[in-house]
């Protein structure tokens, strides 16, 4: 240590924390704004072309996405808000952290948190109620909630510090159970109540697993509707868990709730218990990457491609039907060997397609040994639609 207590580990996070800020000010500054459909609860552009803008909530087009391209561009990304996107000020922003179980409170800035060993994780990102649209369309269901069809996921890779690094310098008791994620979002009102901010708790092994606090993705500074400064993630969990726009962590020897996973985010209504646990890991979904009713034209050979994804691990195999399910052969997986817990791509040759209406399936199974279901049991919120997707084309 230096005479003026300063280290050299603290001047090295300075330094980060200072290029970090002139980056985050360029790239927010190269981002366009506007003011049309979903303003203001999204900030980014939402170009019809990419999104469907749900006003608060944007789903990203399957049609719009490259076959080429692994990791989902920010600006491509899908957003869910409760509420609207907050403006915050990076050069002021604290994570609060606190609780019975930790050794004392402490208030902690970015550069802070960038004084801990850097660490990235690339991860499925995917709301909770991805597919919901299906129940209704496919299984002649009624539920609530955003019609996502398959587009509110994407591929990423985090930047930030685990979190698990963050608890064990702060000193967290050995009878921790419980962590409550806060956001600095604006509370939540539906039906005359208010629920407060977005908030919702995670078990102390999830922390000490895997959790990250990121404050960036694919190299680039968080934008404002993806938790710019700083967001918690839960690799492979559902979506609401990571919590954006961290403002405070709650460390307790009790368990936790909110209405997050008390109210919400449960499966409910149908055959489930009235006590059924609240939602933590994702399930097996595949998407087609063409649009739903896709016109394509008669050849020879047309190559198809999609990717699939779980929340328990990677991808073991893709099998597909191109007859509505009375044929099935294996598609060709791309990203076999890929580090992280992403999704994985693959592609299949339709040849000799005869012209007219076809239904085209496609049914992954996980390392788990985890395999998408022909139907979805019902739940009143439409969470978890894991069923395979009927997708109509017509070859011309």
Known sequence: MSRNGITRRTLLAAAAAGATAASTAGFLAGTTWRAVAGAPAILKALPPERFVDFGTNAETRWASVDPRRYLTPQPDLFVRNHTVTPTIDASSYRLRVFGDAV?????????????????????????????????????????????????????????????ADVLRALG????????QATGLDPSYATGGVDY???????????????????????????LPDHGYPLRLVLPGWVGIASIKWLGSLEVSSTELTSPWNTKWYRLTGGSYPADAPPLSVNPVRSAWELPLGAQLARRHRIELTGRSWSGAGPIKRVEVSLDGGATWRTAKLADRGRRGAGWSRWSVVWKHPAAGEHTLLARATDVRGRTQPDVTPYNSNGYFFDAVVRHPVTVV
């Open 103 to 163: 050794r004392r409170e402490r208030s902690l800035s970015l550069r802070d948190l960038r004084g801990f060993r850097p660490a990235e994780v690339t991860t499925v990102h995917e709301c909770t109620g991805n597919g919901r649209s299906f129940f209704a369309s496919q299984q002649g269901e009624s539920v609530s909630g955003t019609a996502w069809t398959l587009g509110a996921v994407g591929t990423v890779t985090w930047q930030g510090v685990r979190l």
């Open 172 to 179: 967290v008791s050995r009878d921790a159970v419980s962590i």
């Open 196 to 222: 407060g901010p977005v908030r919702r708790p995670f078990p102390i092994t999830k922390a000490y697993d895997d959790a990250l606090l990121a404050w960036g993705m694919n190299g680039q500074p968080l």
